[in-house]
């Protein structure tokens, strides 16, 4: 199997997807002549011209609406917001009117839109090229919320995304695009919406992490090994609707769970993760559930790395699960 | 773009310049369906102070212009409306039923009872769920022109919104995608002179709404919206040409909110029984009566006979949909994903459970 970097992976979905099926078009702020600003678009509109392919107005409200139309008339808009921290314009198009079509028309409207976004720290970009949003698009009832952390992941949720008929916000780790390398099947590859990945068993304590902390969480864990503890790694892939089977199996079989993301901790989706555990797993737990997250401060731009949770913050609180 | 278009002159007759030329039976057929949505309204402000039904957004005074434009639009045309525009529903053959039932929000309404009233939605004629929002359609209706465009069809879209929706960021949005990407839009604003309580003036210091267009690369046109000929004749137009690939449109009808913005709403607030009084004098219905009589077509027997069989039509249809049983309670967790998610076949077993 070739091996590809997150953002050829992404790259190649797109490709591929909009080389299948016609209704694909993508669209957003320099997705097309410039190939996005992380060139995750090159060549595409080269390739399947500039109707297809559409740079658009700079108004994320604009994109958004404008995606949402096409797809009520049969079209598979994949949307392309520069950066994450952007999308607060188009809130109302993504919470009102995107994730409700479905519900508020009885099902007689829908609109399947995949929106792609870079999210996360660890480019040095400051408040406004760092935020992680994913709580704000899982309290939203009708979106389907997706973070891959593995080439191979990304490449087959993002057809998933494409080929589905909900809306799907899919979170890109930015921190990942050129850092990781993977294998990747080449041609069709789908990874289904809404199942966790195991990325590394263990016995005596699960650590829940997504996007960019899957790699955190993985480190972490060869720290603990090193201690004598034998973490087991879970990337839930799909944030929402949540692979709860994959984590209760785990939790209730080690008794012990750390959940860990860069977004702030207060009311961050970790909070959700937290609370469906202590729910089902109660009386199998030997120890509190733990958070290791992002402060409840902006993203700062000088103090990122003080601000991102490292292997070593991880370490303490597996280290304090342990010692409960 | 500040003068004003009309077809139906002061003396009743048509200016032969600016007339449709539409067929006997289409003009009777325009002048039934605003007398059906005079009669609709006035039912279901009647319905909502007797409390059988919680809420009411009335169209009264703006007659001319949803079903004007209604009747220009052609099967595969798209309608973005606003929660005021039931008529161009009604014109494009929405049963009665179905608006009573959406205002009911029990079994007779396909839309499940999801929404408040009066936020219309039949997939049968490409009518999109309405939002509360204002103006959050626009750039969907450019989303959706540019798809048929893409496609190669000749079809358009029609978004419609009031003066309160000018000041939006998603009119400036959807105006600026429509003529960057050149799509076929009409953009239909029902300028109502008052956003509830706030006038036009506070929505903008420009000469007029249409003149807006000119800062979008396209054309914006001031018709008379209580005159349902000029209504029919500008949109047909703009309809026209956008399916020609000719482009969008903004089209700014002047015209009155008779009635209160929605039953919650006490307009003696914010403008005077004067005013009123004075826009009353140009009702578009009595007025294209007028122009019917001068033709013709209708005298004093068959007017009262059109509004009393309108009357008669929403009695009849708010009979069926009274009769409907409520929404199944189980419908609160469907159509939120295509399939039921594990969290809310969860939520929904356990109210089940609560009720047994």
Redesign the interface.
Known sequence: MPQATLLQAIHDALLEGMARDPRVILLGEDVGREGGVFRMTQGLMRRFGQERVIDTPLNEGGIIGMAIGMALNGMRPVVEIEFADFIYPAFDQIVSELAKMRYRSAGQFTAPVVVRTPSGGGIKGGHYHSQSPEAYFVHTSGLTVVMPSTPADAKGLLASAMGGEDPVIFLEPKALYRTVRGEVPEGEHRVPIGEARIARSGDDLTLVAWGAMAPVAEKAAGLAAAEGVSVEVIDPRTLWPLDIGTIVGSVNRTGRAVILHEAPRSCGFGAEVAALIQERCFLHLKAPVYRVAGFDTPFPYALEKSYLPDPRRVLAAVRAAMAF | MDSMISVIRPDGTADPEQDPGLPEEDLLLLYRKMALLRAFDEKAIALQRAGRIGFFVPSAGQEACSVGAGHALRDGD?I?PSYRDHGMALMRGCPLETLLGQIYGNAAD???G??MPS?W???SIRL??V?S?VA?Q???????????K??GEKVA?IASFGDGGTST??F???M??AG??ETPTVFFCENNQYAISVPVSRQTAASSLAVKAQAYGFRGIRVDGNDVLAVRKVVGDALARARDGKGPTLIEALTYRIGPHSTSDDPTIYRSAEEVAAWREKDPIRRFAAFLSGRGLMDDASIDAAAAEAKEAVRKAVEVVEAAPPVPFESLF?????EL???LAEARDALLAGKE
């Open positions: 798209w973005f396909p839309t499940r999801r929404q936020h939605c039949d997939r999109v769920s939002s929002p959050t626009l750039p969907q209706a450019v989303g959706a022109a540019y798809a048929a893409l496609r879209s960021g998603e400036h949005a959807a600026n995608f960057v990407f469907e159509d939120v994903y295509a998610p594990w969290h």
